[in-house]
């Protein structure tokens, strides 16, 4: 496993980091998701393989994702060798103040979350997306308490955009408080808008990039047309077009003439991206682990580069929401 420095910063993460969104209590929204039993496992073939990166979102699962993390991790791994993210914002119960980056829900969400994880502190707390009912100064200065009283070590945001993301930066640095570290966004080879404004911007400011949806919700890890039990019950995946399924066989095209599955191609071009510190790995089998590491030795041919990227057209701005 290769590590690296996460953006400006000292903190040193593996190239991979392994996403927690498929364990937790079933619900509507995510039929699929795995219990504890499941989770072990995995988190175990993770750390083992050197995954030192772990994320998950308090909204994941209604809070189950955070008591399986926490369960499965801790009994693993010594905490201060583990790199632990949470997030905060998405709605967690209906009515006032259930939702959003006021400083009452980030106050209470980050309490929270630490009871749900079981520990006394998260290595990164990110924004799930931006709260545009919500001051930008109020969000950064409550951001800045949770990391001055010791419960965070770093602050985070996710997919918004780029003026959204540099107004909260601006805001922290006019009252001297603590700025965003890192950015999760979507970057797939299906989805390459970032790479237009966003991505560029990170590499400028020393943003680290921990992509999710590497595999495009698993789309680019197997032929056009096949279907998964995800695939038919995920209500939050959005259709495909022509454009899409020309990017997919291309990843099929070079991972038969490679020999290697296409998860493996799908991740390690996502891995060659510049700018990209750490992919979230998206799990619910034992095998996505096996071939996320193994992406990490395949090193992808310019022409392979090439006809991947060939068949993409622009699409309409997504997953900021």
């Not at 496992?41 to 979102?57: L, Q, S, V």
């Not at 992509?211 to 998964?228: C, D, N």
Request: glycine share 8%.
């Amino acid at each position: 496993m290769e590590y690296v420095r996460f953006g400006s910063t000292g903190l040193q993460v593996s190239r991979l980091c392994f996403g927690s969104m498929s364990f937790g209590k079933p619900t509507d929204i995510r039929p699929w998701t795995l219990d504890l039993h499941a989770a072990r496992r995995m988190y175990r073939a993770a750390w083992e393989g050197g995954i030192n990166f772990f994320d998950t979102a308090n909204v994941y699962s209604e809070g189950t994702s955070e008591e399986i993390t926490g369960k499965a991790l801790w009994e693993i791994a010594p905490r201060d060798q583990i790199v632990l993210a949470t997030k905060v914002c998405l709605p967690m119960r209906r009515g006032p103040n259930g939702a959003g980056l006021s400083r009452k829900v980030i106050m209470h969400e980050i309490d929270a979350s630490l009871k749900r994880l079981g520990t006394d502190y998260v290595d990164i707390y990110q924004i799930h997306r931006a709260d545009p009912a919500t001051p930008f100064e109020e969000t950064m200065e409550a951001l800045n308490d949770v990391v001055k009283a010791g419960k965070a070590r770093y602050i985070g945001a996710s997919s918004m955009h780029v003026w959204q993301f540099l107004k909260y930066q601006r805001a922290a640095e006019r009252a001297g408080g603590a700025k965003f570290i890192s950015m999760q966004n979507q970057v797939n080879a299906l989805y390459r808008e970032e790479e237009r404004e966003m991505l560029p911007l990170c590499r400028h400011d020393g943003i680290a990039v921990m992509p999710w949806s590497p595999m495009a919700s698993g789309r680019l890890t197997r032929p056009w047309g096949e279907q998964t039990e995800r695939s038919q019950t995920d209500k939050r995946l959005s259709r495909l077009g022509d454009d899409d399924r020309a990017v997919v066989e291309a990843v099929e095209r070079v991972a038969r003439r490679r020999g290697v599955p296409m998860a493996r191609v799908a991740m390690a071009w996502v891995l060659q991206v510049p700018g990209v510190t750490s992919p979230i790995l998206g799990v619910s089998k034992d095998s996505h682990v096996t071939d996320a590491l193994a992406a990490l030795d395949l090193e992808l041919a310019a022409e392979d580069i090439a006809e991947i990227e060939a068949p993409y057209r622009p699409h309409p701005v997504s997953g900021f929401v």
